[in-house]
């Protein structure tokens, strides 16, 4: 069953109606406003002096909107969709403001930010309707980050852990892998207890159809949300798209339950944002924004968190994504939201470039939360990786032109491309704890040191069967405990020299 977006923005606004129907409104039901001009997906109204900020409208034409900009006696309202208002309607507060419908019911949904269904699967049934502006818990209602939050990107989980209730900006240029990387973490959540809500704000159809693609073919798209506001849709969906999706996760979070929230991307979404402040005529500030870019982010993403266990203990943890020109992570947006996270994984066009991907600049980026909630295996063989790692970049980059190395160097840099080419992954293939564990395993005891280079990739692709044969015992260990006793290294170690003793050329030319 299909419903128009027109039908199902009046169920909306008569349900958002009815359920304030025996609210004492303010301001007064019978306090009339009128359009003083329109356009553009805004327009100013007059006469509806107590509305405060954020409040519901409705046009006489049919229309709705939320005030966005208050003056002494005007007020700049935001559309909810492209309707044609024109000046010298009628305008009338609705008493609320803008809601979006929460629960069990939007999973697996495609819907927009005011929670109408974009997919064929009919009305949704909400447990209630949120306003998609809430504050975030305050300190006391907040615990320390302390579980983990497995994205299945070896890199991310070796270097950058994320924990549940962290705020991580994922920024890079265009067509750098951001998306990529928010992606798999979603996809690696069908084996965890993590709700998935993936915001798209203006991005083109076809890019998240293909996000809702892959979840659905790799991931569990019953347990993710997707709120989307395309490029096309008015800029006032657009804005309201990153509130709705956190509101949605909140839901969750405030049962004890854990979400994820994927915003793509924050950049577009400041540029929305100024659109709708110069159009209001405010005042604008560095690259045209207005002051309050920075706080209607920080607002957004202090509501991740990790509440206390008097509040059940439920997580909500974000993953911003933000789009930078040319690497310039000192312009106003990406230097606002790498203040406001706790971490940023920097995306690199020339790493990118060069084929390697994910392409994550290791010397820029940093979690500065999740590193406690990393699983003790992972802490223990990784904790030389990013020094190693570094240093031959260094090392690689100095001797380029060299012609005689001494042995110590050589065997570095051997070890270093090793790194790199473990770290190398595909997409859509996150892997468990136990198999990142294997890999870098192999990678700390130097088990890869004599394989050629171009046998990696066949190690990778066939190390997850090998282990499942020869020691599941161990991986599910690995798994359930997250630590690696000395009897279950050996085995593992054991086992990983002889699946690189097949893969070792001398060695199959001798067998054959
Ligand atoms: N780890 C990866 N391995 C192979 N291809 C990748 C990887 N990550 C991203 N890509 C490809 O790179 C392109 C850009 O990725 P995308 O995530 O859309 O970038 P962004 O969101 O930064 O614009 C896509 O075609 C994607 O399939
Ligand atoms: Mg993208």
């Known amino acids: 069953m299909t419903i128009t977006l027109r039908e199902s923005l009046d169920l909306w606004l ?3 109606e009815a359920r304030l129907a025996d609210v004492v409104l303010a301001p007064p039901p019978d306090q009339i406003g009128v359009v003083e001009q329109a356009g553009d997906g805004i327009a100013f ?22 005030a966005h900009a208050l003056d002494e006696d005007l007020i700049g309202c935001v559309l909810l969709d492209f309707d044609p208002v024109k000046a010298g309607e009628q305008v009338r ?9 929460v629960g069990e019911a939007l999973l697996g949904r495609i819907v927009d930010p005011l929670g109408r269904p974009l997919d064929e699967h009919g009305p949704i049934a909400a447990v209630r309707y949120d306003p998609v502006e809430r504050a975030a818990p305050g300190i006391i209602e907040r615990d320390l980050v302390t579980q983990p939050l497995q994205t299945g990107i070896k890199l991310v989980d070796a270097l950058f852990a994320l924990g549940r209730g962290q705020r991580e900006l994922i920024i890079g240029d265009r067509e750098t892998g951001k998306t990529a990387i928010a992606v798999d973490a979603i996809i690696n959540q069908r084996n965890s207890d993590v709700i998935c809500i993936y915001v798209a704000v203006g991005q083109k159809s076809s890019t998240v159809r293909q996000v809702i693609d892959a979840v659905a073919a790799h991931g569990d798209p019953q347990r993710c949300i997707f709120v989307v506001a395309g490029p096309s849709t008015a800029p006032g969906l657009q804005w309201l798209a990153p509130y709705a999706g956190f509101a949605m996760a909140e839901y969750f979070r405030d049962q004890g339950g ?8 924050l950049s577009k979404h400041a540029a929305t944002h100024r659109e709708l402040s110069l159009l209001m005529r405010q005042p604008s500030g560095r690259e045209a924004y207005p002051g309050d870019v920075f706080h209607i982010h920080a607002r957004l993403l202090e509501r991740a968190a990790k509440l206390s266990a008097a509040l059940g203990g439920g997580t909500l943890t974000a993953l911003p994504i933000a789009q930078t020109e040319a690497g310039n992570l000192s312009a106003y947006i990406p230097t606002n939201l790498i203040s406001i996270t706790d971490g940023q994984i920097v995306l690199s066009a020339k790493l990118f470039g060069e084929g390697q991907k994910p392409a994550v600049d290791i010397g820029l980026s940093v979690s500065r939360v999740g590193g406690k909630t990393q699983a003790p295996v992972l802490r223990e063989l990784a904790e030389t990786l990013r020094l190693d790692y570094a240093q031959f ?7 380029r032109f060299s012609t005689t190395l001494d042995p110590r160097t050589q065997a570095q840099i051997e070890h270093g491309r090793r790194i790199r080419a ?10 468990s704890l136990a198999h990142e564990a294997a890999e870098l395993l192999a990678l700390h005891d130097g088990l890869l040191d004599g394989l050629p280079l171009d046998r990696i990739e066949a190690f990778k692709h066939q190390l997850p069967a090998w282990l499942e044969q020869s020691c599941k015992g161990v991986l599910d260990r690995i798994e359930a405990e997250r630590t690696l006793d000395p009897s279950d290294r050996d085995r593992l170690r054991a086992a990983i020299e002889d699946l690189v003793k097949t893969l070792t050329p001398s060695a199959s030319q001798a067998s054959a």
């Open 14 to 16: 008569k349900a958002a």
């Open 45 to 66: 109204v007059r006469g509806l002096p107590d509305l405060p900020l954020g409040a519901l409208m409705r046009f006489e034409s049919g229309a709705s909107g939320f």
């Open 93 to 101: 507060g609705l008493g609320g403001v803008v809601t979006t419908p």
């Open 258 to 265: 854990h979400a994820l929230v994927v915003v793509d991307d």
């Open 393 to 399: 970049l260094e090392l690689e980059l100095f001797t």
């Open 422 to 431: 473990v770290l190398t992954q595909a997409q859509y293939a996150p892997l």
